[in-house]
């Protein structure tokens, strides 16, 4: 799909960016059609801005709109790479005006929740949560797969493998994930060299949250890791969740989003931790996804408590309230 010119009158053509380590996904928004597309994953040894403008340039030609604005959603994004002007100085010679850059969890609560009060949880490889109430924001985790990142489908793959090697030696019980580990590495007692090694082993590592899924129902080991990782996760939306309530707060809405909530025992726990809460909680369906999120960026009003967790190129906007 490609755009005609857009009028002089018709609202600005915004590309949004929703950019984590697995892909980067684009939505270029003009004249009332979208034009959506898929680009590799960040790469983190790299400097991010970069790589960003390099995204918004192919996904603008792609387009051919005459986009004025870029706002993006990034994952793990730092104080040090917020640079909306950098993003803009970078775009120099395109028809792009404005950057707007914020972290992917601000983007994920808007796609997810819009303006409504309550959570979101995203659990991929990593997991952060955000909690938005009437006048105040607070995130939880996120802090990567060194330090954080509690209930991930990281935490649950590593779990995974610190319970193969115990069995392995003898220090814990037997567990059908072995196999699983086997079918990798015939030789477990090489397995942690080939992981030091390998420039993909947080990945690899993430990939086992899909075998501790598959056989919760059968193994108390991947049994075990499953309620576990449920608990970590509805622990982080608790804390979120109270960092924000109000004593006038209705019903809290959460949404759980990411590939890890895609293992149905881990759900239903995560559900009934959720329900012993001493707040009103309520799971939700999300509206949206962070792509969703990441265009709403450009309309965000300036009074939302969201919007002081957002970098902008020029001038930050003012409310006309």
């Known amino acids: 799909m490609r755009f005609s010119p857009a009028p002089l009158s018709a609202p600005a053509a915004v590309l949004a960016i ?10 270029v928004c003009a004249d009332g059609e979208a034009h959506d597309d898929v680009f590799p994953g960040i790469r983190t040894h790299a400097p991010l801005l970069p790589q960003l403008a390099e995204v918004a340039r192919t996904a603008i030609a792609r387009s051919g709109a005459p986009v004025s604005v870029v706002a993006a959603g990034v994952s793990g994004l730092t104080s040090a790479q917020t640079d909306a002007t950098a993003l803009r100085d970078l775009l120099e010679g395109t028809t792009v005006a404005r950057a707007i850059l914020a972290h992917d969890s601000t983007t994920s609560f808007l796609g997810a929740l819009g303006s409504a009060r309550g959570a979101v949880v995203a659990a991929g490889t990593g997991v952060v949560t955000l909690a938005v109430g009437g006048d105040a924001v607070a995130r939880v985790d996120g802090w990567g797969y060194l330090i954080g990142d509690a209930g991930s489908g990281y935490w649950i793959g590593r779990e995974a493998l610190a319970a193969v090697m115990r069995a392995f030696d003898g220090r814990g019980p037997a567990t059908a994930l072995r196999a699983v580990a086997e079918a990798r590495w015939p030789d477990l007692g090489e397995a942690y060299i080939r992981l030091q090694t390998a420039d993909d082993r947080v990945s690899v590592i993430a990939g086992f949250a899909e075998a501790v899924s598959q056989l919760a129902d059968s193994d108390e080991v991947a049994r075990d890791i499953t309620r576990r990782a449920a608990a970590e996760l509805a622990h982080s939306v608790t804390t979120a969740l109270g960092r924000v309530h109000r004593p006038d707060d209705d019903t809290l809405q959460v949404c759980a989003l990411g590939g890890v909530f895609r293992s149905v025992p881990l759900h239903a726990a995560f559900a009934r ?32 408590p969201l919007a002081a967790a957002v970098a902008y190129s020029g001038p930050v906007p003012v409310s006309t309230d």
């Open 18 to 27: 929703d950019a984590g380590q697995t892909g980067i996904k684009t939505r």
């Open 273 to 304: 931790h959720l329900s012993e809460a001493d707040l009103s909680i309520a799971l939700a369906e999300p509206r949206g996804q962070g792509i969703d999120g990441a265009a709403a960026l450009a309309d965000l009003p300036p009074h939302h």
